[in-house]
């Protein structure tokens, strides 16, 4: 099992000290946030925050998680408008992951998305981010995305679910996506559940949860025990021994990305197709950015 990021880790603070830092680190995000919204909506464009602040306002006192920047989206139709405002942001020093809509994150409509939303006061200003039920969702997709890589971070799935409120609607939750996405999201429960030891009792498909295909626990295991981490392959061209590295580990395929990138079940055993069809599909997109299309 894996131990809970402690905040008495922060250097050699003591234990007061770092209680003032992640107070202090928290409020400059938070006007960093504040400031965002503001500007985004002085131009007609209504924000979306979710991932790593959101994720984080689930963690106990004493587990600290922490986030470099700022996971915003808008709507597609909107996008354009607010890419211009990113030079703005980056000048006042507020670092900004800016996405149109959810892209593979989630299939919810966006407007149907968008009126699921919340509205959260920060600072004054009123924030919008997505309700727990979508935001459960979009946790357990981006996870699996980053190839299961950072184990860390199943604890943003572990803390979504046990500190879930009260009305937490399952239903909602996972009725409104395929079948295919509502397994990926029990997947990463029952990982929670093996790995950190998810209370998963009361969840009324704990059964389905504890499966967890074998193939899908060795490699995870194995992959953590691994140095190397993903990057773009544009980072290390010019550095040959990271480079191979890098090639290296995208062989043979991740398995678990393979199978978001490929919409595909993770109850399936012959995973090599899968496997070679999501190569084929990010070296399309991979062609496409090197040439600017």
């Given at each position: 099992m894996l131990s809970a990021p402690n905040c008495l880790e922060v250097g050699?603070?003591?234990?007061?000290?770092?209680?003032?830092f992640l107070v202090l680190e928290r409020a400059v995000f938070e006007t960093r946030i504040a400031e965002c919204f503001s500007l985004f909506r002085e131009l007609g464009v209504e924000p979306v925050m979710f991932k790593g602040w959101l994720a984080a306002s689930n963690y106990p006192d004493g587990h600290r998680r922490q986030y470099a920047?700022?996971?915003?989206?808008?709507?597609?139709?909107?996008f354009g408008i607010a890419l211009k405002q990113l030079p703005e942001l980056f000048r006042k020093k507020i670092p900004i992951d800016l996405h149109s809509g959810l892209r593979h994150l989630d299939t919810l409509p966006w407007d149907k998305f968008f009126d699921r939303c919340e509205i959260r006061g920060v600072q004054?200003?009123?924030?919008?981010?997505?309700?727990?039920?979508?935001?459960?969702?979009?946790?357990?997709?981006?996870?699996?995305?980053?190839?299961?890589e950072y184990r860390e971070r199943l604890w943003d799935i572990y803390y979504?679910?046990?500190?879930?409120?009260?009305?937490?609607?399952?239903d909602k939750c996972l009725g409104c996506v395929s079948e295919i996405r509502r397994e990926w999201v029990i997947t990463c429960i029952g990982l929670a559940h093996k790995y950190l030891g998810l209370s998963i009792n009361d969840l009324p498909f704990k059964d389905e949860a504890q499966y967890l295909p074998g193939w899908l626990t060795k490699f995870?295991?194995?992959?953590?025990?691994?140095?190397?981490?993903?990057?773009?392959?544009?980072?290390?061209?010019?550095?040959?021994?990271?480079l191979v590295g890098q090639i290296r580990k995208r062989f043979p395929p991740n398995p678990i990305q393979s199978i978001v990138d490929t919409e595909s079940s993770v109850k399936r055993q012959f995973l090599l197709p899968v496997q070679m069809r999501g190569l084929l599909r990010r070296s399309r997109i991979s062609i496409a950015r090197a040439f600017g299309r």
């Open positions: 050699n603070l003591g234990r007061n000290d770092v209680g003032k920047d700022l996971d915003i989206a808008v709507s597609p139709s909107e004054g200003v009123e924030i919008r981010v997505p309700c727990p039920e979508d935001h459960l969702r979009i946790l357990c997709v981006h996870w699996l995305s980053d190839g299961g979504a679910v046990a500190n879930r409120p009260p009305d937490f609607d399952w995870l295991e194995t992959e953590w025990k691994r140095t190397t981490r993903l990057i773009p392959l544009r980072l290390a061209a010019k550095r040959p021994r990271l």
